[in-house]
């Protein structure tokens, strides 16, 4: 079983829904990333916090907006998505805070479907 | 080019063969390196850490040459659980690179 946690596992969104992805981990990790997976690509990297303070956004659209509230948490805000945007998304931690690199553990991930 | 490139096969390999897989890099500053291994439907889970002086794990074997900028995974005696894709990662400053993958099917 995996140590990072994501809620929910399948979500189906409106093009004007506004919803939020959620992740959580114990492990006392400080860095945390999104990552986003289409099918049969590799995952692509869409933001990662160290010590809660976002340190990487890469170039993602503002309809997609992370959130950390603690050093456990890691939250993704979903608004006005397209259905494009439909994937499974992604969330890990690593250990290696001080450089957000390392051995990551991820969570069995969030299936996302936009209508 | 791509930054981690990978043959994404797929590998149709009979049960108890030897199977290697192989990835290239084009930043020689790239920093560390990792074998993943995802389900269907499934997360990646780390299946291995790449070091230069290589690492063995039961039948899995990894090296890195950071010569040739490539690293490699060898499977011995194939089982039909190890059929999945393996993807190839790579640490560069705050970046952590996925390859596209390789596809693996161990054939009964």
């Known amino acids: 079983d995996t140590e990072v946690t994501q809620t929910p596992k399948h979500l189906v969104m409106g093009m004007t829904n506004k919803k939020s992805l959620k992740c959580e981990q114990h492990?006392?990790?400080?860095?945390m990333y999104w990552y986003k997976q289409k099918a049969k690509k590799p995952p692509e990297l869409m933001f990662v916090?160290?010590?809660?303070?976002?340190?990487i956004n890469e170039s993602v659209p503002s309809r997609f907006s992370p959130e950390c509230p603690n050093s456990s948490l890691l939250n993704l805000h979903l608004h006005a998505l397209q259905p494009e945007d439909s994937a499974l998304y992604l969330c890990?931690?690593?250990?290696?805070?001080?450089?957000?690199?390392?051995?990551?553990?991820f969570g069995e991930g969030s299936r996302l479907t936009v209508l | 080019r791509k930054e981690v490139e990978q043959d994404p096969g797929p590998f149709n390999v009979p049960e108890g063969a030897t199977v290697a897989f192989n990835c290239t890099y084009s930043?020689?500053?790239?920093?560390?390196f990792f074998w993943y291994r995802q389900d269907c439907r499934k997360e990646p889970k780390l299946l291995m850490s790449v070091y230069s002086s290589g690492n063995e794990d039961g039948r899995f074997t990894a090296q890195l040459n950071r010569a040739s900028q490539y690293i490699s995974l060898l499977i011995r005696d194939s089982k039909l659980s190890d059929s999945a894709t393996y993807l190839c990662?790579?640490?560069?400053?705050?970046?952590?690179?996925f390859g596209k993958g390789t596809r693996l099917h161990i054939l009964p």
């Open positions: 990662v790579v640490n560069r400053d705050d970046k952590i690179i």
């Open positions: 890990a931690s690593s250990s290696w805070a001080s450089r957000g690199t390392g051995e990551l553990f």
């Open positions: 492990m006392g990790h400080r860095a």
């Open positions: 930043n020689s500053a790239s920093q560390s």
């Open positions: 916090y160290s010590y809660e303070k976002l340190s």
